[in-house]
């Protein structure tokens, strides 16, 4: 939304003074799209920002107790590494946005992705737990940084006719980090050491600077998101419904996902090689799930939610039961997988019909909520986790994601309709 400024001349003394309610929105001045080829590039420069950056967030999980018995900690302290990450980017979300609404673009992005590389080398340096700890602070600043950002700028890189479809290639980022950093974390730190992935995850983002530089056209600020924006998403009611149905489903799945890798060791009983193996069959599913869910979500998006979420509570209800098993553990690993890979899609879809006239906005409130649950569930699951077992976070996980479903129905049975965009 564009920040309005009223100046009355001195000799204006017998005009009214105009309202903000009665006093136009000046037009800001378009940025120059770029070439169709670089304008595609710096979409996927950001695509593999956001990548790297869901990538480095949950790397940890599938080197948790290997990280925690590297520092003699517990799985559950070892959790903070996802917990604080979540944390920050929540807060810093509409901080960032707020602060730097002034700044180019593109200088932002830079810094962001700079600071990224500056935590995964400082993470596979750190000699003990808290300086490792640090570095997730900076991770999560990023979060909520790069992602309020970078999230709407495809309006400002493509054509008008492509920007539906480039701004679907920004945050297919989400489900392919999600559902990819994980196993690939686990494989190489299988090969070479938990410090070893974040090396290598410290190189990528290196990359992704030098390609987001070299392919970003300069993108000085033409709206400014204001607190009273914010603040006024909340009237909403979908946008209500957005924020407890990412809160329950959100919660459900790291609160459960997070202590994955001590099920499958002390439940299934499976060794590293496996692990990393089950996990590479759940990131696959995912990503089916994350083009189902795509499909699916902008006309039925209370059934691609809803429908994830009860999957989601099938797999974690039944881990517990039929985990005992390899193949058992294996098959609800694909049915998680293909759950959670409709989820981001679905959030940030829901967030963006509920606020069409304010995109931003909707980018900060999706990133926010989606990080804050993160954290709070990833604690949540290591509090369960120190004072029970895997497999009580795994059952009450799945009661959580039930109460999504719930939430969803909720939503049909009130018959909202959702807003027009004016």
Not at 26 to 32: D, K, S
Not at 206 to 224: I, N, Q, T, Y
Not at 281 to 304: D, E, K, M, Q
Not at 395 to 413: E, I, N
């Amino acid at each position: 939304m564009a920040s309005t400024n009223i100046t009355r001349p001195s000799g204006d003394v017998g005009l009214p003074t105009p309202t903000p309610a009665s006093t136009p929105t000046p037009t800001p001045t378009p940025t120059p799209t770029p070439s169709p080829l670089i304008g595609w590039l710096a979409v996927s420069s950001v695509m593999l920002g956001i990548f790297s950056i869901v990538t480095t967030e949950i790397l940890p999980i599938g080197l948790l107790t290997t990280i925690g018995a590297g520092f003699a900690v517990s799985d559950g302290s070892a959790g903070l590494m996802i917990t604080m990450p979540g944390l920050l980017a929540a807060l810093s979300a509409p901080v960032v946005t707020v602060a730097t609404a002034r700044v180019d673009r593109r200088l932002m992005l830079g810094v962001f992705m700079f600071l990224l590389a500056v935590a995964n080398f400082l993470a596979a340096a750190a000699p003990d737990y808290w300086l490792l700890l640090v570095s997730r602070v900076i991770v999560g600043i990023v979060i909520g940084g790069f992602w309020s950002i970078g999230a709407g700028l495809a309006g400002r890189l493509v054509p008008a006719e492509s920007v539906g479809r480039a701004t679907a290639v920004i945050f297919s980022a989400v489900p392919l980090g999600s559902v990819l950093g994980v196993p690939a974390g686990t494989f190489i730190g299988e090969l070479a050491g938990w410090r070893t992935a974040f090396v290598v995850m410290g190189a990528l983002t290196v990359g992704v600077l030098a390609l987001l530089l070299l392919v970003m056209p300069s993108l000085p600020p033409d709206r400014a998101t204001r607190p009273s924006v914010l603040r006024g998403t909340f009237r909403s009611v979908h946008a209500r419904f957005a924020l407890l149905l990412t809160f329950l489903v959100v919660l459900a799945h790291f609160g459960t996902y997070t202590y994955i890798t001590p099920f499958l060791e002390h439940v299934t009983e499976v060794g590293p090689r496996l692990i990393t193996v089950f996990l590479l069959v759940y990131g696959a599913a995912g990503i089916v799930g994350n083009f189902l869910g795509g499909a699916v979500v902008t006309r039925h998006p209370r059934a691609a939610f809803g429908i994830a979420a009860g999957m989601i509570a099938l797999a974690t209800v039944l881990l517990p039961i039929l985990g005992r098993w390899q193949i058992g553990a294996l098959a609800l690993l694909i049915v998680w997988g293909v759950a959670y890979g409709a989820v981001p899609v679905s959030s940030q879809t829901w967030f963006a019909k509920a606020i069409p006239d304010a995109p931003e906005a909707a980018s900060v409130l999706f990133t926010a909520s989606f990080q804050m649950t993160i954290s709070l569930g990833a604690m949540a699951g290591g509090l369960i986790v120190d004072g029970t077992s895997p497999s009580t976070v795994m059952t009450l996980g799945g009661v959580v994601a039930v109460l999504g479903v719930v939430a969803a129905g909720a939503h049909f049975a009130r018959r909202l309709t959702w807003p027009d965009k004016t």
